[in-house]
């Protein structure tokens, strides 16, 4: 298979794509929206809502579809589900047909944002691998850029059909990645199908790192044993915990309610404040390819913490331009913080989640870390206008301030260093039960006391 890792990134990036535009292509018509349809607060909220909690769906049914189905066609499935939500909503469906069409493309969404990163991490060489997972997250930020400069250009025309279902475009190019790659090697020797995973491998370019075993079993311990055994509880409440600070840190609340958030610091119309929305759009992506070479550069660790140091010091800058009338510096605010978390907490839940659970329990811990990250995305979607409205916007954001700050604190004390580790002897240390910090490199293990 020539460059396969070529055809797993042009996979990663599609899917990517899909993601960042379905979740915020709504933010740049909302108010076109609210006046089509007469929405109140309530039910603006809950239109943006409804996409996020099909993603929670799709994020629970991707555990038990990918480990019944392998990881292809779980893809496979959600790219057609896709390309039905999208090309309905292009017609400009009524506001039921809207409602039905973003929670099918939800569906989709949550079933990419598990099945991704893990046929990423399970396809991809040892050290490429934290770079290629990464690589999803690049690939949303140029989705959510897209969705806004979409809007942007559209504005004047009022064409939110488009707009909302522009989708199709990435959905018919991901289609295209899936009938060149194989399953994943892992996924086939799993279940015992060790010819086929190793030809798999071999069309991967992993043959150098591979290795089979043909005459070994199954793991003898089930997964819901192995739920209890090692430092799989630890794994599974630390990555669980990494995308429930992804989400309260504030980044779902400024992605779905930018233009809005951009009114309210006093950016006086509507095509200026879609215009900041851009280039706040355009920041993510610029800052996220840093984070594609610096995953595997600098390591998981030092983006964390520094990333959620700089995240502190942004919104700290939104909230004094909240209450200074300063719109330009709760722009400059937003800049810095979209930088820090474009190289952290936006792409390392995901790196870490695919690298840290054992292989007989990477489809259950990874789907249900995702789900826990759509539950705490659909609470921000859902309530953020409501938040802004009984506490102001400053008030919002120094809660999301306290989450940065809470995320600081977790990198420091138990954040493991995993960069060009296999991952293999990645699983070795988590059932043998090492503490959180040394699941990784011994060099960036904890003290004694902090174990």
């Given amino acids: ?17 899909l993601f960042g535009y379905g979740i915020t292509s709504i933010a740049g018509v909302l ?19 409804i996409l996020v909690a099909g993603c929670f769906a799709g994020a629970v049914m991707a555990g ?30 009524t506001l039921t047909g809207l409602t039905v069409a973003r929670a099918l493309a939800g569906i989709t969404i949550g079933l990419y944002s598990m099945v991704i990163p893990m046929y990423a991490a399970e396809t991809a060489r040892a050290s490429q691998r934290g770079a ?39 959905t018919a190019l991901a289609a295209l990645g899936l009938t060149v790659l194989p399953e994943s090697p892992r996924w086939l020797a799993a279940r015992g199908r060790h010819v086929q995973a190793s030809a798999s491998a071999m069309r991967l370019g992993l043959a150098g790192e591979w290795r089979t ?22 794994v599974l409440a630390l990555c669980s915990t990494l995308f429930i600070l992804q989400n309260l840190s504030g980044i779902d609340a400024i992605l779905y309610y930018a233009p809005r958030i951009f009114g309210d610091l006093g950016f006086s119309s509507s095509a200026a404040a879609l215009g900041a929305t851009f280039g706040l759009g355009l920041t ?65 839940p995901y790196v870490l989640m695919s690298e840290l ?18 539950l705490f995305n659909a609470l921000i979607a859902l309530t953020f206008l409501s938040i802004v409205e009984a506490m102001s916007l400053s008030g919002a954001m120094l809660l999301f301030l306290g989450v940065c700050l ?46």
């Avoid at 392998?70 to 292009?90: D, E, H, I």
């Avoid at 659970?357 to 759509?374: C, D, H, N, T, Y």
């Fill in 406 to 451: 809470a995320s600081l604190l977790l990198g420091i004390r138990l954040l493991p260093e995993t960069r060009h580790m296999p991952l293999e002897a990645i699983e070795s240390r988590v059932l043998a039960g090492l503490p959180l910090r040394e699941l990784g490199h011994p060099r960036h293990a904890a003290s004694p006391a902090d174990t």
């Fill in 357 to 374: 659970f054992p292989s007989a329990l990477r489809e259950q811990g990874i789907a249900l870390a995702s789900a826990v990250s759509w």
């Fill in 64 to 93: 038990p579809l990918s480990l019944r189905w392998g990881r292809r066609p779980t893809m496979a499935v959600a790219t057609l589900a896709s390309a039905c939500a999208y090309a309905f909503l292009l017609t400009a469906p």
């Fill in 284 to 348: 993510n992506f610029i800052a996220t390819f840093a984070s594609v070479a610096l995953v595997d550069h600098l390591g998981r660790r030092r983006l964390w913490i520094g990333g959620s140091a700089a995240m502190v010091v942004g919104l700290a800058a939104v909230i004094i331009a909240a209450h200074g009338d300063s719109p330009w510096l709760g722009l400059a605010g937003l800049c810095v913080y979209i930088l820090a978390f474009a190289v952290s907490l936006g792409p390392l």
């Fill in 213 to 234: 075993l043909p005459d070994s079993p199954l793991p003898a311990t089930p997964p819901a044993g192995l739920l209890r055994q090692g430092r799989v509880p630890g």
């Fill in 31 to 49: 108010d076109t929206l609210s006046d089509v349809f007469a929405l109140t607060l309530l039910e603006t909220q809950f239109l943006v809502f």
């Fill in 132 to 170: 290629m997972v990464a690589l999803f997250q690049l690939a949303i930020t140029g989705g959510i850029l897209l969705s806004y400069g979409l809007a942007l250009w559209l504005d004047a025309s009022g064409q939110w059909s488009l707009v909302l279902g522009a989708g199709l475009a990435p």
């Fill in 1 to 17: 298979m020539p460059n396969p890792t070529l055809w797993i990134a042009f996979l990663v990036s599609c899917a990517g794509v």
